[in-house]
């Protein structure tokens, strides 16, 4: 399926000759056939967009084909179709009812962790999200902050194939710098919460 879908796009690319940003037209269609059904992974979108557009514009076309999809997807479940993913995917959910608890518990930042690590589709992760208790303005944000620390990672990752000669050590510790970022607002959230509820306890 990958192969084709590479075949497919470089057949676009070649008969509409796209350049530059307008990959969009093409990379969010697929990125909202991805993150509907699923039938191939991201990162073949991603790799489009870094080998038409070098390795930061490609990410940042990849962040948008990613958020928008995310976004659509989520609202297509909550508003729309959520009967129809219920069936389609409920069976797929059991397994991971710990991740549904700790996204009930945790909101933003279980959507944001769950992005980061390749642990479950992203399908899932937008319907789980509208089927959770968070709020719409909620996933909003932690999608594209998810969606950002997602295809940060991936471009790390792939840009020494695509661009072997390429100097990443700006692109790894910038990504550091944001995880600690992360990381810190995380657990400064966790502190106020937990001074919150003993001040309701007390």
């Known amino acids: 399926m990958n192969e084709w879908i590479e075949q497919f796009t470089g057949w676009l690319l070649e008969v509409t000759q796209i350049e530059g940003f307008w990959i969009l037209l093409i990379t969010i269609p697929l990125a909202l056939i991805q993150g ?16 038409v557009l070098g390795v930061m514009n490609g990410l940042l076309a990849s962040w948008i084909a990613g958020s928008v999809a995310g976004m659509a997807v989520y609202m297509l479940c909550k508003f729309l179709f959520s009967d129809w993913f219920n069936r389609r995917w409920l069976s797929k959910l059991q397994k991971y009812e710990r991740w549904q608890k700790s996204l009930n518990r945790y909101g933003v930042w279980a959507v944001i962790f769950l992005r980061t690590v390749p642990i479950m589709p992203n399908n899932l992760i937008s319907f789980m999200s509208a089927v959770s208790n968070l709020k719409t303005g909620s996933y909003t944000w932690s999608n594209i902050i998810g969606n950002l620390s997602s295809i940060w990672l991936f471009g790390i990752l792939s840009a020494s194939i695509v661009f072997p000669n390429m100097d990443l050590r700006l692109l790894i510790l910038s990504y550091a710098i944001f995880l600690l970022a992360l990381l810190a607002a995380f657990f400064v959230r966790q502190r106020l919460m937990m001074k919150k509820d003993r001040g309701m306890t007390a």
């Open 36 to 51: 509907i059904i699923g039938i191939f992974p991201f990162a073949t979108i991603v790799m489009l967009n870094i080998s």
